[in-house]
């Protein structure tokens, strides 16, 4: 399907929205998951719920396998016991015990009720480990050789077990679950049918349930391996991670520490978050960069900085916070575009709206940081210069946030790759021009209240 049919499609979900919520919710279970799942997520909060309930749990299960993590919460905490008992039985064993770690424990026991005892039984092992280490991430769906085995056998019993998956390999284990070896997908394919296991197997790389999952991801991605086993303290093979599960990995901790670089949130799909949710994640490094900026301007201040500049030499003791703040701003900005276009959560019809809520991000940042330097510039020096200051302070932030936004849309619109473009030049456009705004506005505002 092309990139039109996927737009016309999603209009025409779009309208039945508002006439059958029963056809809307065929709509989305016709198209690929992925896309589902990004429809779902531009829909109202309400409306969301009420369709995602009229999907059959196997469709439900495929579009969270594509959701982001806050979608996926807020699916999930509206279904009752019965329904994500039917949600877990689709899900593969990781996933499921992903989305128990999203509801309480009432809820969590209740819904491990509605399914059956093996997976019940699954789900709380996996349960018992913390999130973030092999045991959290790996899954149980693996086929386990016996020394002696033949690899007609094995092949077998792989076909036979639909939740296996082939790429994934073979692990020997001897009589006490203790792996032994590893055999290849391609080696089983390839190999005699009469071969014994252990002509063929290699030496397997193991992991404790404890280690941390980044750690077990780079080891996956280094030896290039198609899987790694997950064995408990009594060295038992109890799970299995996969190259596909490392690489997800791999790309969410690389997002998260981007994010954090830049003191953005860490979730995806930030384009999606409420704005003041926004800034309530950005205010820390912004808050931080008020504080150094009054604590240079108090330092400048203390060795007669801008005192031979006449009377409104003051306003420039307070250049570096303004630097600072919309350089800070800006790139913050233009790093949720530039992620944005690269993951493809802005398309161009979302153009206009991202960047206007990034303007508004932009907005209520400038006026918390405004109000915060105009009480204490208005302290350390004078109530008239510190209104000017935290005035010029918000209209220079405001700008910086604009563009940030604008400056990556601008690199796309002329084919040119925001991420090598946008970067250094709004450092130095933010810089330049918020710094003539700040002090033309906090001239300005002086000479007005003389």
Same mark, same amino acid.
């Given at each position: 399907?092309?990139?039109?049919?996927?737009?016309?499609?999603?209009?025409?979900?779009?309208?039945?929205?508002?006439?059958?919520? =029963? *056809? +809307? /919710?065929?709509? !989305?279970?016709? $198209?690929?998951?992925?896309? #589902? &799942?990004?429809? %779902?997520?531009? @829909?109202?909060?309400?409306?969301?719920?009420?369709?995602?309930?009229?999907?059959?749990?196997?469709?439900?299960?495929?579009?969270?396998?594509?959701?982001?993590?806050?979608?996926?919460?807020?699916?999930?905490?509206?279904?009752?016991?019965?329904?994500?008992?039917?949600?877990?039985?689709?899900?593969?064993? =990781? *996933? +499921? /015990?992903?989305? !128990?770690?999203? $509801?309480?424990?009432?809820? #969590? &026991?209740?819904? %491990?009720?509605? @399914?059956?005892?093996?997976?019940?039984?699954?789900?709380?092992?996996?349960?018992?480990?913390?999130?973030?280490?092999?045991?959290?991430?790996?899954?149980?769906?693996?086929?386990?050789?016996?020394?002696?085995?033949?690899?007609?056998?094995?092949?077998?019993?792989?076909?036979?077990?639909?939740?296996?998956?082939?790429?994934?390999?073979?692990?020997?284990?001897?009589?006490?679950?203790?792996?032994?070896?590893?055999?290849?997908?391609?080696?089983?394919?390839?190999?005699?049918?009469?071969?014994?296991?252990?002509?063929?197997?290699?030496?397997?790389?193991?992991?404790?349930?404890?280690?941390?999952?980044?750690?077990?991801?780079?080891?996956?991605?280094?030896?290039?391996?198609?899987?790694?086993?997950?064995?408990?303290?009594?060295?038992?093979?109890?799970?299995?991670?996969?190259?596909?599960?490392?690489?997800?990995?791999?790309?969410?901790?690389?997002?998260?520490?981007?994010?954090?670089?830049?003191?953005?949130?860490?979730?995806?799909?930030?384009?999606?978050?409420?704005?003041?949710?926004?800034?309530?994640?950005?205010?820390?490094?912004?808050?931080?960069?008020?504080?150094?900026?009054?604590?240079?301007?108090?330092?400048?201040?203390?060795?007669?900085?801008?005192?031979?500049?006449?009377?409104?030499?003051?306003?420039?003791?307070?250049?570096?916070?303004?630097?600072?703040?919309?350089?800070?701003?800006?790139?913050?900005?233009?790093?949720?575009?530039?992620?944005?276009?690269?993951?493809?959560?802005?398309?161009?019809?979302?153009?206009?709206?991202?960047?206007?809520?990034?303007?508004?991000?932009?907005?209520?940042?400038?006026?918390?940081?405004?109000?915060?330097?105009?009480?204490?510039?208005?302290?350390?020096?004078?109530?008239?210069?510190?209104?000017?200051?935290?005035?010029?302070?918000?209209?220079?932030?405001?700008?910086?946030?604009?563009?940030?936004?604008?400056?990556?849309?601008?690199?796309?619109?002329?084919?040119?790759?925001?991420?090598?473009?946008?970067?250094?030049?709004?450092?130095?456009?933010?810089?330049?021009?918020?710094?003539?705004?700040?002090?033309?506005?906090?001239?300005?505002?002086?000479?007005?209240?003389?």
């Amino acid at each position: 399907m092309s990139d039109r049919d996927v737009q016309q499609e999603r209009q025409a979900f779009r309208d039945l929205l508002g006439s059958s919520l =029963d *056809d +809307a /919710a065929r709509a !989305l279970a016709s $198209v690929h998951p992925a896309d #589902a &799942a990004e429809w %779902l997520h531009d @829909v109202p909060t309400e409306l969301r719920h009420l369709v995602f309930g009229r999907l059959a749990p196997a469709a439900q299960a495929e579009l969270l396998q594509y959701a982001e993590d806050g979608l996926t919460s807020q699916l999930v905490l509206r279904l009752d016991a019965s329904a994500l008992g039917a949600l877990l039985e689709e899900l593969p064993s =990781d *996933d +499921a /015990a992903d989305l !128990l770690d999203e $509801v309480d424990e009432v809820m #969590a &026991a209740d819904a %491990l009720a509605q @399914v059956n005892e093996a997976t019940a039984h699954e789900l709380r092992d996996l349960l018992a480990y913390e999130p973030d280490s092999a045991g959290g991430v790996m899954g149980t769906g693996f086929v386990a050789a016996e020394v002696g085995q033949r690899i007609g056998d094995v092949v077998k019993e792989l076909r036979q077990d639909e939740e296996v998956e082939p790429e994934l390999g073979v692990y020997v284990v001897d009589k006490n679950s203790r792996p032994v070896g590893y055999i290849p997908e391609r080696d089983l394919l390839t190999t005699k049918i009469h071969t014994p296991v252990e002509e063929v197997m290699v030496e397997p790389f193991l992991v404790r349930v404890d280690a941390d999952q980044e750690e077990v991801a780079q080891l996956l991605t280094k030896y290039g391996l198609e899987s790694i086993g997950v064995v408990d303290d009594a060295g038992r093979l109890v799970g299995v991670i996969s190259a596909e599960n490392a690489a997800e990995i791999i790309e969410e901790e690389v997002e998260e520490d981007f994010s954090r670089l830049v003191g953005a949130g860490t979730e995806r799909q930030q384009t999606r978050l409420p704005i003041l949710v926004r800034v309530r994640q950005r205010m820390p490094l912004m808050a931080l960069t008020v504080v150094a900026g009054l604590g240079s301007a108090k330092l400048l201040g203390a060795l007669g900085a801008g005192d031979d500049a006449g009377g409104n030499g003051a306003i420039l003791r307070y250049l570096p916070l303004i630097i600072g703040l919309a350089g800070n701003v800006g790139i913050q900005s233009s790093t949720i575009l530039v992620r944005g276009f690269a993951t493809g959560e802005v398309e161009r019809e979302r153009e206009p709206k991202v960047v206007a809520a990034e303007w508004c991000v932009g907005v209520l940042i400038g006026l918390i940081c405004g109000v915060a330097t105009w009480l204490v510039a208005g302290s350390l020096e004078s109530s008239g210069l510190g209104v000017a200051v935290g005035v010029a302070v918000t209209v220079a932030v405001a700008w910086a946030a604009l563009l940030g936004a604008t400056i990556p849309l601008g690199c796309r619109r002329l084919g040119i790759d925001p991420a090598i473009v946008a970067g250094p030049f709004l450092i130095a456009l933010s810089d330049l021009s918020g710094a003539a705004i700040y002090i033309v506005v906090a001239n300005q505002v002086l000479k007005g209240g003389a």
